[in-house]
């Protein structure tokens, strides 16, 4: 099934079951107002949600109207945990070298992860917000999931089953502040701002094979101002999937329902596939001619970020964000 | 008025209103089920709550009954942003001699922060469950505030206003789990588990004139299993007040109501009024004899936090917790 949570005034919104098609959409009120209430109870809620996901597919969901994306909040409007991931770690390897920072070789096998911010998180066409260009605005394109309640000390495999909803996200990164925070030794902060959800999150079971349990395999469409960024597959040079993930962040803590976690910018080795971030892209114009040439985002820039499946439809409805001067 | 979250086997639990003395409660239903709904609305609900109070602490409210610590979860059980601060600086630059790392002079003028999971807050007798007595288990005491929304780009003064709640912390930490983290450059994550807090949160008011409205003017008292370790002055040599925490990380980022901003463990330069933290023990021993003969905490070891008024009174409870090994 696919979930989203529709504008309704409230600062969580209100649950709404979504068509296979994306095209119509129902309330799920009667089982769960919002979504965050539906994981807190996701085994008794999730078959009830799913029954009125196959009624609606089936056209006979009373109350069904035409989903608008652009009344989508993020799935979750504000979660209580949100990690991202550095699970393409060529993409690390690449950024690092953009920085003049050396990678370890324990990168290759000791997950890299981060907490972002969880108390505001964007629709997936909500203008993004920034207060000046000279900070280096980037997207970063991602796949991720949501958990259940998980366990500390949770081993990978086991990690897999407590996935319960997958999503894209935009991972708003302000490149020009990331060397300075980074020297401070304490990780990210002001250097990454509100992160941009897909309008809906659907159940693994809607993606069929391309989903393998720990890896979405499918190419993630990236366009800014209309032009392909990149289509790299997102099953493809993931060095560390969702369940590695989950038991990396479980070592020390158990996870909430509701627990976010993002695979990080997704690229691939095979660089006619392009990017997923503007950082990236940059890199390589760095090694292929000496200099840089792509420009950070600019006010009024848009970026689109959409993954299809293998009938080449929207799985998630697109994210679809304006670059804006913060007032 | 003072508030505490009581267990009632919900995730967020039930909200009520303490006497100030502590002794009694009353639950708060008829005005907020949860902490975060009466943050949610603070400006409309908070006068509601401080009636209630008011007829508490005259010995007026119907169905109150004996507030038992024990009953309580964290304040917020789950928040939707927990961001701590390093503003003792002295105590970030001895806890990083202690690591052989060096502190670069901006740390006395750009505040250190770094964001901790918020999924999962520990009430203040709930025990802390570690895996192994090898990753260095620490504790450190610290003072932290509640924000209602604050607005991205919101200045130190400004940023006073927005502070509703004042409360204990406990930010346990696996200090040999740190340089290997902290090494790979984004920062804590394994080594911040599961944080505690004080039963109950205050509004500044009932700090008095001990509250300046960035900094607490009193001792925090912390006890390891019985002995005192420290008793520094949270409202001295706290290089950022909580202004300026806010300002800070507000810079790139709206807070959404319920933000919890922490102090960092609180240290003064007078060292005869001890520590808040095991590491700067240990690093003091190190300094003085040549070796840390202090260990970090061990299963069945206890901490307790507290912080007295000017008439020896507590104001938020105590955080008293024993160190468990996980099951």
């Avoid at 649950?15 to 129902?26: E, G, T, Y």
């Avoid at 078959?47 to 069904?64: E, F, I, S, T």
């Avoid at 035409?66 to 991202?84: E, G, T, Y």
């Avoid at 290759?108 to 203008?127: E, F, H, I, K, R």
Wanted: aromatic residues 6%.
């Amino acid at each position: 099934m696919k979930l989203a949570t529709l504008r309704d005034g409230t600062r969580d919104g209100r649950l709404a079951v979504v068509s296979r098609d994306l095209a119509s959409a129902v309330h799920a009120d009667g089982v769960a107002k919002t979504l965050q209430q539906a994981l807190d109870a996701w085994q008794a809620l999730a078959p009830r949600l799913a029954a009125l996901a196959a009624q609606l597919d089936a056209g006979r969901a009373a109350g069904a109207f035409a989903f608008d994306p652009a009344s989508a909040m993020a799935p979750l409007p504000r979660a209580h945990h949100w990690v991202d991931g550095s699970a393409y770690v060529n993409h690390v390897e690449l950024v690092r070298k953009a920085r003049g920072a050396e990678m370890p070789a324990s990168f290759w096998t000791d997950p890299l992860v981060y907490q972002g911010g969880s108390d505001d998180l964007l629709g997936a066409m909500q203008d993004a917000c920034f207060a000046s260009e000279d900070w280096g605005i980037d997207l970063e394109a991602e796949v991720a999931v949501v958990t259940d309640d998980v366990a500390m000390g949770t081993d990978a495999l086991t990690a897999r089953s407590h996935v319960k909803l997958v999503m894209l996200v935009n991972d708003w990164s302000l490149r020009n502040l990331i060397p300075g925070e980074l020297a401070k030794g304490f990780g990210f902060y002001q250097s990454k701002p509100a992160t941009a959800f897909s309008p809906v999150a659907v159940t693994p079971d809607e993606l069929g094979e391309s989903w393998d349990g720990g890896r979405l395999h499918l190419p993630l469409l990236v366009h800014v101002n209309g032009h392909l960024l990149g289509r790299p597959n997102a099953g493809v040079d993931m060095t560390f999937d969702f369940g590695q993930l989950v038991e990396h962040v479980t070592k020390t803590r158990r996870l909430g329902a509701g627990t976010i976690v993002g695979s990080g910018t997704v690229s691939n080795c095979d660089r006619s596939l392009g990017s997923c971030c503007l950082a990236e892209v940059r890199m390589l114009e760095t090694l292929a001619h000496g200099r840089a040439s792509t420009p950070f985002m600019k006010f009024g820039d848009r970026v689109h970020i959409e993954m299809l499946d293998t009938q080449g439809k929207s799985i998630f409805g697109a994210i679809d964000q304006r670059v804006v001067r913060s007032a």
